[in-house]
């Protein structure tokens, strides 16, 4: 078994109740490390230390952060898992009339979670990772914002933000023994997917050149991977996790 370096370690998994998120929390949990699982729902198989917590509120943000250092003297690694879709086109237009349109409240939300949640929390615990001499930031990005998605206006415009985010705090806090990295999954077996049309998910295989949608322990173990020692050189980066995805397939 690779070592990881990981055991003990203080992390924080948003998003932790479901899907990527709870799937990372077990795994991270498996190598013996402290964790505070966040999320909005609690389920009654909570990984970890559960706490709820709305990532797109600073208040409750900076409260939660404060309670695992009061429990556990340190933060060393943060997850950005948590996010939301809803999806809708930007314009919709058919018979040569504007039928439908995105909603405030739909890019509000998704960039409510998606980025300014990413930015309260880092923003938060970063403090906490420069006066421990370091640690580690991961954040979830999507290959949504890399290439762009039909009717995902508001998630790829929030997954590109966090590129963009990755990029500048591996340049900001790198000289405090920080890194900064993002995951970019690709197709991934969570519960939006499994309410999906079986055609739409067969679209996405077809897409997929290693022939199958991803399984959330895929995500987990690339985050475990990016927060070990063995990727102690690895910082600004966005790795791809999406069997192979290239645009146009």
Known sequence: MIETGLKDKVVIVTGAAAGI??????????????LAA?????????????????????????AAVAEVVDQWGSVDVLINNAGIVRDAQ????????VVSQMADEAWDAVIGVNLKGVFNCTRAVAPHLIKGGGGVILNASSVAGIYGNFGQTNY???????I?????????????????????PGFVA????????????????????????????????????????????????????????????
């Open 90 to 97: 930007l314009v919709k237009y058919k018979d040569g009339e």
């Open 38 to 62: 966040w999320d909005v729902n609690q389920t009654p198989e909570s990984v970890g230390v559960f706490q709820k917590v709305d990532v797109a509120d600073a208040g409750q943000v900076e």
């Open 156 to 162: 790829a415009a929030t997954k590109a933000g966090v």
């Open 164 to 184: 963009g985010m990755t990029r500048t705090w591996a340049r900001e806090l790198g000289r405090y023994g920080i890194r900064v990295n993002a995951v970019a």
């Open 190 to 249: 969570t519960e939006i997917i499994s309410a999906m049309p079986e055609k739409v998910v067969q679209i996405m295989v077809d897409r997929t050149p290693l022939g199958r949608v991803g399984d959330v322990a895929d995500i987990a173990e690339a985050y475990l991977w990016l927060a070990s020692d063995a990727a102690t050189w690895i910082s600004g980066a966005t790795l791809s996790v999406d069997g192979g995805l290239v645009i146009g397939t």
């Open 21 to 34: 998120g709870r799937a990372t929390a077990e795994r991270f949990v498996a190598e013996g490390c402290r």
